[in-house]
């Protein structure tokens, strides 16, 4: 038997994601102008509170450089802001502004909508689906 890539699951987990993650990502660019990295930030800081870089860049599947630099955008366009840990000087926390809460509240309630959509298009196998993908990567948030 030939090696298949088009039947191999982890690519075809991969393009899936890619092709679904590009979708959203073309309504929260046009939105709010935001890029993955920034939404990724963003999305965790609404779930997590307060945390440092360190820890968005564990949680959202990005490097540190990037996290970083999606920080910054979002800080000079009013979206979070960024302090010195308490105990640990090297470190620098993140947490959302008023604006970036707001902003969060209408880009989450549009990512419920999303959600819903793939599941429908999903139908009878969503339920099956999410099972599995379960199994392979529980959630961590």
């Keep these: ?3 298949q890539l088009d039947q191999f699951l982890p690519y075809r987990l991969s393009v899936a994601a890619a092709q679904v993650s590009r979708r959203f ?3 929260y660019e046009v ?3 935001l890029s993955v990295p920034e939404w990724r930030v963003l999305s965790h800081l609404n779930h997590s509170g307060a945390v440092s870089v360190r820890d968005i860049n564990q949680r959202v599947n990005l490097d ?4 970083s630099r999606a920080a910054t955008r979002l800080q ?3 979206l979070l802001r960024k302090s010195g840990h308490g105990s640990d000087r090297r470190l620098i ?3 959302l502004t008023d604006e970036g809460r707001a902003l969060m509240v209408r880009l989450g309630e549009a990512a419920a909508r999303f959600q819903a959509e793939l599941l429908a298009e999903l139908g009878e196998d969503a339920e099956a689906f999410n099972r599995a993908l379960n199994r392979l990567s529980p959630p961590t948030i």
């Design 1 to 3: 038997m030939t090696f």
């Design 64 to 67: 540190k450089p990037a996290v």
């Design 31 to 33: 939105e709010a102008g």
């Design 25 to 27: 990502a073309a309504f």
């Design 93 to 95: 926390v993140l947490e």
């Design 76 to 78: 000079e366009a009013g």
